[in-house]
């Protein structure tokens, strides 16, 4: 089966790539040939099929380096209490309401996405307001973060936490004026709590539906262009329910597995390490060094200036976490911190500098998540290290001016994305959804102008050009995910993964970018995503 994609302006993303080529083509889901009209048309067959663009941009498919697939779909069926969906209080009140009539016995009643200084109240909401919308039955709503979650009376109850308890080790409740518990719950706990909801909600499912949670992720993704992610929480749960989509044919992506540490040894006796087909990985483990950014849970050197205060939380000791590293670099896995403060990352960057040894050039790829607080100071020793990036450029617009709020002296220095480019460091584009929303375009606009909610930039000197910041999304986020002989830019014998869009990223005025229309999306030349545009079958 040939595809020849005509009349199109191709963006290859190729390394000293001449300028954009007008014709491609696919043969058995590979690039054939990419470049003039004449010149494809020879290297194609006589039978091929002729897909005619009429002028529409052509990118390589987009690749999330970071991102939870398994919660956008299992989140997806949450009540929205994000805002400007939910302004208020009140109004998450009643989404909880709606989803308590919708939701089974048995299962807790969700809600997610809210971020506290967004609400009119500008204040999390507490156990007695969850409680005034569903009294009688658990029910909790997830922070945007996912570092922290509010539970009604009924949720605390079942999880077994009690007024007079002490603040478990990793996290951290949220207590009133009396030291009664608010239904607040930071970090660990919370991690423990989405992770046994998922882990029971996806259990009562049977595997067609289970299926389907992937299914809706899935679709969702590619309709903004994703055809590649690194699935930063993989369990055996979710794997579970990847591996039954993957058989349906119902992945729309390919999945790079990020483990997390603590199921490695499931991973190793599964015999499921690697590659489980084109489209399923597990080749990399997940560790979390510290909390949130927006939850301002991250581990920073000083004290927040906003609640909760205190200086963040730190899950393991320098010690710990070298040790962690140095085994699962042993094993050869690539190791993958999740790290944004300050005295995180150096924690990281030490446990990586103890294990990689002075002169390395990292060959497995160690990466850092998220390095939101990656200071100059930090960078020359990330930059000697060659340490990989997976940052998010989206948080700029999302969660931006509460940054500014929670770092006044230094909130220009984060996610000095520019900078750590000018240093070396391969950096990875990538959203963290359902943190942000999946859509890989608000990152690209928020890399070149870097404006908050508000219209501040944060930064100016961290800007970088459309061309690079597409190249987060391809070239860095294949090399990222150590996929960068496959994927990643349009050239002959890569997976002919690729996007159409109404408008080259490139040349459109950067504000507008989120609003260029995704014409389809292709995986292996197939589509996996068509809005205006229909693929000769
Ligand atoms: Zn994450």
């Not at 009376?153 to 079942?158: H, I, M």
């Not at 929480?233 to 992506?253: H, I």
């Not at 607080?373 to 020793?381: K, S, V």
């Amino acid at each position: 089966m040939e595809l020849i994609i005509t009349d199109a302006d191709i963006v290859t993303m190729a390394p000293g790539a001449a300028g954009p080529a007008r014709s491609m083509l696919v043969r058995d889901g590979e690039i054939a040939a990419v470049g003039p009209a004449e010149a494809v048309r020879a290297a194609a067959g006589p039978g091929a099929a002729l897909l005619r663009l009429d002028g529409a941009t052509v990118i390589p498919g987009l690749i999330d380096a970071h991102c939870h697939v398994s919660d956008v779909g299992y989140l997806a069926a949450a009540a929205d209490c994000g805002q400007p969906a939910a302004p208020d209080i009140p109004a998450i009140q009643s989404r909880l309401r709606k989803q308590a009539a919708r939701t089974p016995a048995g299962s807790w009643v969700t809600g997610a996405g809210y971020v506290e200084y967004k609400l009119r109240e500008g204040r999390h909401p507490t156990r007695a307001d969850l409680d005034a919308a569903v009294p009688d039955r658990p029910a909790v709503v997830y922070h945007t973060s996912l570092h922290a979650c509010v539970l009604n009376t009924a949720a605390l109850r079942a999880a077994g936490f009690a007024d007079q308890q002490p603040d478990p080790p990793g996290g951290a409740f949220g207590r009133d004026d009396q030291g009664r518990l608010n239904g607040l719950i930071f970090e660990g706990p919370m991690f423990a709590l989405l992770e046994r909801n998922l882990h029971h909600d996806l259990g009562e499912l049977g595997a067609g539906q289970r299926a389907r949670v992937v299914d809706t992720a899935g679709r969702r993704l590619a309709a903004f262009g994703v055809t590649a992610v690194g699935e930063a929480d993989l369990r055996r749960d979710s794997f579970t329910a990847f591996a039954e989509a993957d058989e349906a044919g119902l992945l729309r992506q390919r999945i790079y597995g990020l483990v997390v540490h603590d199921e490695v040894d499931w991973l190793l006796s599964s015999g499921l390490r690697g590659r489980r087909s084109a489209r399923l990985a597990a080749e990399a483990v997940k560790i979390w060094a510290d909390g949130g950014m927006s939850s301002r849970t991250a581990a920073i050197s000083g004290t927040y200036p906003v609640p909760p205060y205190g200086s963040g939380i730190l899950y393991f000791t320098r010690a710990e976490l070298t040790e962690l590293v140095r085994t699962f670099d042993t094993q050869g896995f690539q190791v993958c911190v999740h790290a944004q403060g300050d005295r995180a990352i150096e924690t990281v960057l030490d446990a990586y500098a103890a294990t990689l040894g002075p002169a390395s050039a990292n060959p497995r790829r160690h990466r850092i998540e998220h390095g939101g607080a990656l200071y100059p100071e930090l960078l020359a020793r990330a930059a000697a290290l060659n340490v990989v990036i997976a940052t998010q450029p989206g948080f700029l617009s999302g969660l931006g001016d509460g940054f500014a709020a929670a770092f006044p002296d230094t909130c220009d220095q984060l996610y000095a994305i520019g900078s750590w480019r000018r240093a070396g460091l391969t950096v990875a584009g990538s959203s963290d959804a359902p943190v942000i929303s999946p859509d890989p375009r608000l990152g690209l606009r928020d890399a070149v102008l870097r404006q908050t909610g508000d219209g501040r930039v944060l930064g100016p000197g961290e800007r970088i050009t459309a061309a690079d910041a597409l190249a987060l999304y391809t070239t860095a986020a294949a090399h990222a995910l150590h996929r960068e002989t496959e994927l990643g830019s349009l050239e002959v014998g890569k997976r002919a993964d690729f996007v159409v869009l109404d408008g080259n990223p490139l040349t459109t005025d950067p504000a507008a970018i989120p609003g260029l229309r995704v014409l389809a999306t292709a995986l292996d030349g197939t589509p996996v995503h068509q809005d205006g545009l229909t693929f000769p079958s």
